[in-house]
């Protein structure tokens, strides 16, 4: 008769034990449908930051925005086209590695112009040259930190003789890059900028190595007073600024423990000061959006997710203990 009891006690146990793993798998799968559902939400919420930042912004603006963890994005004006300013010299930053890759073009390469030279040859006007006369001379890698950190027009010019623009302009059109172009004068959309970091950032544009070499470059950007400006002085941010006429950009990729997260921001004003400090409100505000918002959410899931499973396993063992 014992035995029978002690039986049937350890069926039900077993049962209990049963009904416990299938609720923890019912209380998971709930959690994972509320994630898909969170971020339903929150690209709502994405727009609706943007859309705060831009209230009372004279100009247009063309605007992208992705956590590369999540996928979460938001867009606006991402086809239109604008003037790129420097941010074309990525495009110059990434043909170079690629032939860099290939064997084509040594980093210890030694690149020396007469500045004249090269001021006719791409068409520079003498009242906009940075330089007027003598050589320039410098190494492929001393071209190519001049060129991203501080925007140098004429290491720019230096590494353009040297790699051809026709190379450049089949670089976009191998990697998709179809708003984009270098012509006279070049042209881009926020969409193409976008899509070219987030190529960067996954390794689709040269291999890890070359790179990595590209992230660390545009890592050391000195000119940050657009997309770095309002955060904190210890944010990671690769990226490249643009200023020509009427038009004033930043574009890169903000590192974050919490994921890091691609924004491209393209403007067309009467006024760069305004602009520059539009931009970085709008930096400031999408860093808060991922940094605060997000974690909040993910605290309140874990904290609630937890407490069903601490309730359900307590129950269960006062049932098991009863038996």
């Given at each position: 008769m014992?035995?029978?009891?002690n039986?049937?006690?350890?069926?039900?146990k077993?049962l209990a034990?049963?009904?416990?793993?299938a609720?923890?798998a019912v209380?998971?799968?709930?959690?994972?449908?509320?994630?898909?559902?969170?971020?339903q939400r929150?690209?709502?919420?994405l727009k609706?930051?943007?859309g705060?930042?831009?209230?009372?912004?004279?100009g247009?603006?063309?605007i992208?925005?992705k956590?590369l963890?999540?996928?979460?994005?938001?867009s606006?004006?991402?086809?239109?086209?604008?003037e790129?300013?420097s941010?074309?010299k990525?495009?110059v930053?990434?043909?170079?590695?690629?032939?860099?890759?290939n064997g084509i073009l040594?980093a210890?390469?030694?690149?020396?112009?007469?500045?004249?030279?090269?001021s006719d040859?791409?068409?520079?006007?003498?009242?906009?040259?940075?330089?007027?006369?003598?050589?320039?001379t410098?190494?492929?890698?001393?071209?190519?930190e001049?060129?991203i950190?501080i925007s140098?027009n004429?290491?720019?010019?230096l590494?353009?003789?040297?790699?051809k623009r026709s190379s450049i302009?089949?670089?976009l059109?191998?990697n998709?890059?179809?708003e984009?172009?270098l012509?006279e004068?070049p042209?881009?959309?926020?969409?193409?900028?976008?899509?070219?970091?987030?190529?960067?950032?996954k390794g689709?544009?040269?291999?890890?190595e070359?790179?990595?070499?590209?992230?660390?470059?545009l890592?050391?950007?000195?000119?940050?007073d657009k997309?770095?400006?309002?955060?904190?002085?210890d944010?990671?941010?690769a990226?490249k600024?643009?200023?020509?006429?009427?038009?004033?950009?930043?574009a890169?990729i903000?590192?974050?423990?919490e994921?890091?997260?691609m924004?491209?921001?393209?403007s067309?004003t009467?006024?760069?000061?305004?602009a520059?400090?539009?931009?970085?409100?709008?930096?400031?505000?999408?860093y808060d959006?991922?940094t605060?918002?997000?974690?909040?959410?993910?605290?309140?899931?874990?904290?609630?997710?937890?407490?069903?499973?601490?309730?359900?396993?307590?129950?269960?063992?006062?049932?098991?203990?009863?038996?």
């Open positions: 014992r035995n029978k009891r039986s049937k006690r350890n069926k039900i077993l034990f049963i009904l416990t793993v609720s923890i209380i998971l799968n709930k959690s994972q449908s509320a994630n898909h559902a969170i971020n929150t690209n709502n919420s609706n930051v943007v705060s930042a831009l209230i009372g912004a004279k247009t603006y063309g992208v925005v956590n963890k999540t996928g979460e994005a938001y606006i004006n991402a086809h239109k086209v604008y790129p300013g941010l074309y990525i495009w930053m990434a043909t170079a590695f690629v032939k860099i890759q040594k210890d390469e030694l690149l020396s112009e007469d500045v004249n030279v090269l040859k791409f068409n520079i006007s003498s009242k906009t040259a940075e330089m007027t006369e003598g050589i320039i410098l190494t492929v890698n001393q071209a190519l001049q060129m950190t140098h004429y290491a720019t010019l590494l353009m003789e040297r790699i302009n089949s670089f059109a191998k998709g890059f179809n984009s172009s012509g004068p042209h881009s959309t926020p969409y193409d900028i976008a899509l070219f970091f987030e190529k960067l950032y689709e544009l040269v291999d890890q070359h790179t990595n070499r590209m992230l660390n470059l890592k050391k950007q000195k000119l940050n997309l770095p400006k309002h955060l904190p002085k944010t990671v941010v990226h600024t643009g200023e020509i006429n009427f038009f004033s950009h930043d890169g903000v590192f974050l423990d994921g890091d997260y924004i491209v921001v393209l067309e009467n006024s760069w000061v305004s520059n400090e539009r931009i970085a409100k709008i930096s400031k505000a999408v959006y991922f605060n918002k997000n974690k909040s959410v993910f605290e309140k899931r874990h904290s609630e997710r937890i407490r069903q499973l601490t309730d359900l396993v307590g129950m269960t063992n006062f049932c098991l203990f009863y038996l």
